[in-house]
């Protein structure tokens, strides 16, 4: 068979969404986060908790994610074996100790046409991992190299997959939020014609009080 030049995939990562709950009792309070590259508009309320998320830029620095923040890089072109790794630190500036959780979910993505003319989502094709670490330096330590990264990329990106922490108060937590296209997709994901696939991706923070 004639081997096929594999044209590389623009994946849009283009909403971010923070999803803060707290059950107090009888009631709760939600915060939550949005972030559209079409028109951004992110809102952030915090209720009884106060959570604090922040991005690492290119220049090592961390950046308060506000309403023009953009976490991904929305140009990236994904091909097999490319790997994107965003650096995230979350702070609970309260009082309140709480459970926090982290989950990736699809909010939106398009379906387009590979080279044999069958259907396809490129949301099925792509992997997620996330990796917790209590220090900046133990964060950086586990994905030291790109290879460390995506083997830590290994849930399917179309399921809603969650890790659990305990948050104390005053501490900060460094994240790393991986997508990769593992090396042995192959030409099922080549897409061909005007339509290029595209995933909208919601990473959402879910925060419980302890009792």
């Excluded at 023009?68 to 072109?77: R, S």
């Excluded at 990796?131 to 995506?150: G, I, N, P, S, Y």
């Excluded at 290994?154 to 990769?180: C, H």
Aim: with cysteine.
């Amino acid at each position: 068979m004639e081997k096929r030049t594999y044209k590389k995939i623009a994946y849009v990562l283009s909403l971010c969404v923070f999803l803060l709950w707290a059950a107090l009792g009888t009631g709760t309070s939600l915060a939550w986060f949005t972030d559209t590259t079409t028109e951004i508009k992110n809102v952030f309320h915090t209720a009884e908790f106060e959570l604090k998320v922040s991005h690492r830029t290119e220049g090592g620095w961390y950046e308060v994610i506000d309403g023009t923040t953009q976490i991904f890089d929305d140009e990236a072109l994904y091909e097999p074996g490319y790997t994107q790794v965003v650096y995230l630190k979350v702070k609970n500036e309260g009082t309140i100790p709480f459970d926090m959780k982290t989950a990736v979910s699809i909010t939106d993505y398009t379906v387009a046409t590979n080279v044999f003319g069958r259907s396809f989502e490129l949301r099925d094709y792509l992997k997620f991992g996330f990796v917790m670490a209590d220090t900046e330096a133990e964060l950086d330590e586990k994905v030291a190299t790109r290879a460390m990264a995506a083997a830590a990329a290994t849930m399917p990106l179309n399921n809603y997959s969650t890790d659990t922490v305990v948050m104390e108060a005053g501490q900060t937590k460094y994240m790393a939020l991986i997508v990769r296209m593992p090396e042995e997709v192959g030409n099922e994901a080549n897409y061909r014609g005007d339509t290029i696939p595209k995933v909208e991706l919601g990473v959402i923070v879910e925060a419980t009080q302890i009792t």
